[in-house]
């Protein structure tokens, strides 16, 4: 196995410190595997569509006015 150093922020490492009897690199290594389950199913998604990153950016800008316009009402 390999290490990976992880920065955060002092504020965040100081609530960790608050909590010593959590193994925080676990905890780590478990998002990280979770994230790259999610990145693998979306690449798969993906795989399969006849969007293009174009089509996708177009899509994305979309979402996101209607998302905005919803919530600044």
């Given at each position: 196995m390999?290490?990976?150093t992880l920065s955060?922020?002092?504020d965040i490492k100081k609530k960790m410190e608050q909590f010593p009897e959590i193994n925080w690199s676990e905890i780590a290594r478990a998002a990280v595997i979770h994230r790259l389950k999610l990145?693998?199913?979306f690449k798969e998604f993906a795989r399969h569509s006849e969007l293009t990153e174009?089509?996708?950016l177009i899509?994305?800008?979309k979402v996101n006015?209607?998302?905005a316009?919803?919530?600044s009402s």
């Open positions: 390999v290490n990976l955060v922020p002092d990145l693998e199913k174009e089509d996708a899509i994305g800008k006015r209607g998302i316009k919803r919530y």
